[in-house]
């Protein structure tokens, strides 16, 4: 019985470790790649019982029923064999020619392995018993595993060859395929060398879990992608595409913080305003008014370009100086505002902006150094408006 209990603990611990995989795929991230996963499971799992049934059949000598047995284990065995090279193709998502030929050797073996056991019936090519009741192995069960042996082997070589030149998942899902076809090399030949052993069994048990293992990794990545992305989404401004005000109230967070903390030495505020905007939506339509706050979008952008840019109104934005926009911060505004002058002139966008920097003896918050900011851009547009009049 110690031959059936190997193969009922295999078949214990698959059901464990896979049962969120047995359940129906339909809502899964990759719901192709999850059915076939499934069917190479189940097949697995099939083998499984008939090797259990195997070795309680062949313990009692009831043979007529563990000759059935055996061509049912031989079956499920090629089955499921053909169900992993479904799901290899499926799951590197590449439909080359060592795919194609993947396919083609599984049903290939599978044609075989149908053929030669309805021949065993007449020969015992693939296995048989003799006067004493002893199971022998034929030739065409070595032909069998040596294709098997061969067709794993090569996957291995392949996959890893081609994983060592990838990066992120496709990377990992070509080395799980490598992995796991190196750990069914090794327990076919096992196999081959000692027939009466459960090995194969055993083989198909740490490959799956090693498939099962990168399976739910890459499921895992790409559910914090995911995250990550609607994250980042939350976070932008719909029209312009730069931080929004959801963003900025987290950073003047993050500084309060760090002014408490002690570990923000400097930094600076500028804050934006855009002239007329009121006057291009009411004599041009909203789509114009739209255009006309990507356009100072783009105006500001393009001239603060390492600096965080937020939209915190319909035609307000802040950008707040670090690094080194903080160090060339007057050379930068300077040149900003005469650009702005020039545009006002030729009626282009008009922006008013303000700015103001942190003041460790007389800050206590970011909103002490927005204020300034803030009251300086409003003078700014003052004199713009006074500008125009001229």
Known sequence: MYYASYGLLALVVMITVNYAALKNPKNAKRPLV???????????????????LWGILYDRQLLALTYVDTVAYFLLMVTSLLFWTRFVVSYLENKGFFEKLLLGVGYLLTTYTIVVLGINFFTPIVFGFDEKGQYFPGQARFVMLIVQICLFFATSAYTLIIAYRLKGLSRSHYRAIGISGIVMTVF?????????????????????????TFVYFDEMTEHTQEIDSAKQMAYLDALTGVNNKLAYQEKQAE??????????????????????????????????????????????????THSSLYRIGGDEFVIILEGRDFVDRNRLLLTFEEEIEKNQEEGRVVISSGMGVFKPYDDKCYNDVFVRADRKMYERKGYLKGLAKE
């Not at 000692?194 to 083989?203: A, D, I, K, R």
């Not at 760090?258 to 500028?270: H, N, P």
């Open 255 to 304: 500084i309060d913080v760090e002014l408490v903390s002690g570990s923000l030495k400097s930094f600076g505020v500028i804050v934006f305003d855009l002239n007329g905007l009121k006057n291009v939506n009411d004599t041009r339509g909203h789509e114009a008014g739209d255009e006309y706050i990507k356009q100072a979008c783009n105006e500001i952008s393009q001239k603060f």
């Open 188 to 212: 076919v030949i096992l196999q081959s060398l000692w027939p009466l052993q459960p090995l194969y069994g055993v083989g198909c048990l740490l490959a799956t879990c090693v498939i099962h």
């Open 34 to 52: 999850r059915s076939r996963y499934r069917q190479f499971l189940i097949g697995i799992m099939l083998y499984l019982v008939t090797d259990i």
